[in-house]
């Protein structure tokens, strides 16, 4: 049986602070990197039990600005992970 994929949005801790200064919706993040790892962590082990196979799209904070700018959308939760799903389909072609 194939397992469903998910695809979840990551930023490095160099790029962190700075995805920080540039969504509209800093209060849905964690302030602090490693709260970031550690929700990201208790993401990909929910989705594990759950038969997912997980993907970890890493976002560079600039190139997600430039993206939202193009699609005419605010830098939130849902831009984010929209944008992993584009980066993700781009490395498929």
Known sequence: MAKNRSIIPFVSRE???????????????????????KD???LVEDAQQSGMLIAKIDIKPAELVQWCRIQRRPIDRAARAAYAFFIDAQAKK
């Not at 920080?20 to 602090?32: C, F, K, Q, S, T």
Request: charged content about 25%; aromatic content about 12%.
């Open 15 to 37: 790029d962190y602070a700075e995805l920080l200064r540039v969504v509209d919706d800093p209060g849905n993040l964690p302030a602090d990197y490693n709260a970031f790892l």
């Open 40 to 42: 990201v962590d208790n």
